[in-house]
């Protein structure tokens, strides 16, 4: 028995419409390709600007640390030291920034000081100076009311 298919041509509106299918497909597939590379690269910059957030906190901080380091041996040397601004720059991978260091000295209230203190330094670190999205770090020291040690 011989089997004969049988081809019939389909109508011209049948055609159109799986054309039309495979075009609404295409689209939807490419806006969701388009979304996920959108959120990807989103991502990486939040990433980007994280990991430079975290740089200048930490770069912050150790600004502050050599400020407080050099005020107490400022004023270990000198008890009359009222402080000073130090203006630092520090090579980044893509430019040179600036940090500043402001070591101010507070007078000590001898009403309320328990124990007595010839008072505070305050040391405040900013990094970069430059930025409007700068990192800042304070610390207080205390004085004490006797002379230090030479």
């Known amino acids: 028995m011989n089997l004969v298919l049988l081809h019939r041509a389909l109508p011209a509106s049948v055609h159109r419409q799986r054309r039309g299918t495979a ?82 000295r507070v007078a000590a209230d001898p009403q309320t000081a328990d124990p007595p203190t010839k008072g505070h330094l305050t040391i405040t670190a900013k990094y970069p100076l430059e930025s409007p999205h700068f990192v800042q770090r304070s610390l207080t020291i205390s004085l004490p009311q006797s002379t230090p040690s030479r």
């Open 23 to 104: 075009l609404v497909v295409a689209l939807t597939c490419l806006l969701l390709i388009s979304m996920l590379v959108t959120a990807m690269l989103q991502a990486a910059l939040t990433s980007r600007r994280q990991l430079r957030t975290e740089r200048h906190a930490r770069q912050a901080m150790l600004l502050l640390q050599a400020g407080a380091e050099r005020a107490q041996q400022q004023w270990t040397l000198q008890e009359t030291y009222d402080g000073e601004t130090l203006r630092i720059e520090v090579p980044e991978p893509t430019e040179t920034q600036t940090g500043e260091v402001v070591i101010a």
